[in-house]
């Protein structure tokens, strides 16, 4: 495999041939970072952190290797590294986004990109496709189309089958377990924005976003998780919306099943925070905000249990 170095303008020194199966260049498509002893009730998923662009993969796009991942919740699943250490799972996708989207419907996709008819039960008009970022994305964040010709129907069915439906049942199952152990499960999802997002949230006359929490306006999660998140990252000084712009995506609303037990919370952190937007590389940054987020999920962790009560168990 291999991962895009910055500043390398890949697609030109690739081989310009592509496997019958894009999917297998993904092996494994994800990781799963499990704790030595799981201690809380919350699963850690980071689905947009992925950044190995195999050769195959190149051929097809048509951006240098910074545009191709501006697209990335650049380092998010090094951020969030430490949750194994807190007794907590974490899955995180090697398969970069711009190969596939597993936050949004199994086949959500844009006809405009394909080169022939998409069968009748494929999801072509919802408002995500007509921004270009389908399951298969047409762009990067810039409005930026990724390849360079018309997709095929037996590659976007390879991407959706293989990986995208393995992913979901890892997460399902890292989610499961947990509810089994506990009674109850919290999945936090954890994205990165661009700074202009933070900026369109003053714009709204909303403070400045360091952090955004989305619970899908109460319905993924209780409120009561939501506040406590909010409050623990105020109190080291970040600046926190709840819901807007950003108030979580497909993942977010399909786990999320309070009445069940199963709540769902988005994390997105501003990139500004971390990482040059335009380099890609890593700031002085990166490690304050590390140890910020170690202290804050400690604290939130710990008295998760507090605040939901496992569901009763039924009577034989």
């Given at each position: 495999?291999?991962?895009?170095?910055?500043?390398?303008?890949?697609?030109?020194?690739?081989?310009?041939?592509?496997?019958?199966?894009?999917?297998?260049?993904?092996?494994?498509?994800?990781?799963?970072?499990?704790?030595?002893?799981?201690?809380?009730?919350?699963?850690?998923?980071?689905?947009?952190?992925?950044?190995?662009?195999?050769?195959?993969?190149c051929a097809l796009v048509r951006l240098d290797a910074v545009s191709l991942r501006k697209s990335e919740?650049?380092?998010?699943?090094?951020?969030?590294?430490?949750?194994?250490?807190?007794?907590?799972?974490?899955?995180?996708?090697?398969?970069?986004?711009?190969?596939?989207d597993v936050n949004r419907e199994p086949y959500e996709l844009d006809p405009a990109m394909f080169d022939?008819?998409?069968?009748?039960?494929?999801?072509?008009?919802?408002?995500?496709?007509?921004?270009?970022?389908?399951?298969?994305?047409?762009?990067?964040?810039?409005?930026?189309?990724?390849?360079?010709?018309?997709?095929?129907?037996?590659?976007?069915?390879?991407?959706?089958?293989?990986?995208?439906?393995?992913?979901?049942?890892?997460?399902?199952?890292?989610?499961?377990?947990?509810?089994?152990?506990?009674?109850h499960a919290v999945l936090i999802d954890c994205h990165s924005m661009p700074s202009s997002a933070a900026?369109?949230?003053?714009?709204?006359?909303?403070?400045?976003?360091?952090?955004?929490?989305?619970?899908?306006?109460?319905?993924?999660?209780?409120?009561?998780?939501?506040?406590?998140?909010?409050?623990?990252?105020?109190?080291?000084?970040?600046?926190?919306?709840?819901?807007?712009?950003?108030?979580?995506?497909?993942?977010?609303?399909?786990?999320?099943?309070?009445?069940?037990?199963?709540?769902?919370?988005?994390?997105?952190?501003?990139?500004?925070?971390?990482?040059?937007?335009?380099?890609?590389?890593?700031?002085?940054?990166?490690?304050?905000?590390?140890?910020?987020?170690?202290?804050?999920?400690?604290?939130?962790?710990?008295?998760?249990?507090?605040?939901?009560?496992?569901?009763?168990?039924?009577?034989?």
């Amino acid at each position: 495999m291999q991962i895009i170095p910055l500043l390398h303008n890949s697609h030109q020194e690739v081989e310009q041939t592509v496997p019958s199966l894009l999917s297998d260049c993904f092996k494994p498509a994800f990781r799963i970072r499990r704790p030595a002893q799981l201690s809380h009730s919350a699963v850690f998923n980071s689905p947009h952190s992925g950044r190995v662009y195999p050769a195959a993969l190149c051929a097809l796009v048509r951006l240098d290797a910074v545009s191709l991942r501006k697209s990335e919740d650049c380092y998010i699943d090094e951020l969030f590294a430490g949750v194994t250490d807190l007794g907590c799972p974490m899955l995180a996708a090697d398969f970069p986004r711009v190969f596939l989207d597993v936050n949004r419907e199994p086949y959500e996709l844009d006809p405009a990109m394909f080169d022939a008819p998409l069968p009748a039960f494929v999801n072509t008009t919802s408002l995500r496709v007509a921004g270009g970022l389908g399951t298969i994305p047409r762009i990067v964040s810039e409005n930026e189309a990724i390849y360079r010709g018309p997709l095929t129907w037996s590659d976007a069915q390879d991407r959706i089958e293989r990986v995208y439906r393995a992913y979901h049942r890892a997460l399902a199952k890292l989610i499961d377990d947990t509810a089994r152990q506990f009674g109850h499960a919290v999945l936090i999802d954890c994205h990165s924005m661009p700074s202009s997002a933070a900026r369109l949230s003053a714009a709204r006359g909303l403070p400045r976003a360091d952090i955004i929490i989305g619970d899908r306006y109460g319905a993924s999660c209780d409120l009561a998780v939501s506040e406590m998140l909010e409050s623990l990252f105020s109190g080291f000084g970040l600046s926190v919306v709840h819901n807007k712009p950003y108030a979580g995506g497909f993942i977010t609303q399909s786990y999320g099943r309070p009445q069940h037990g199963i709540r769902a919370l988005q994390i997105e952190i501003n990139r500004a925070l971390y990482m040059n937007e335009q380099t890609l590389e890593k700031t002085t940054g990166f490690d304050e905000l590390h140890h910020i987020l170690n202290q804050v999920l400690d604290l939130f962790l710990a008295n998760l249990n507090n605040l939901l009560s496992p569901l009763p168990v039924a009577a034989e």
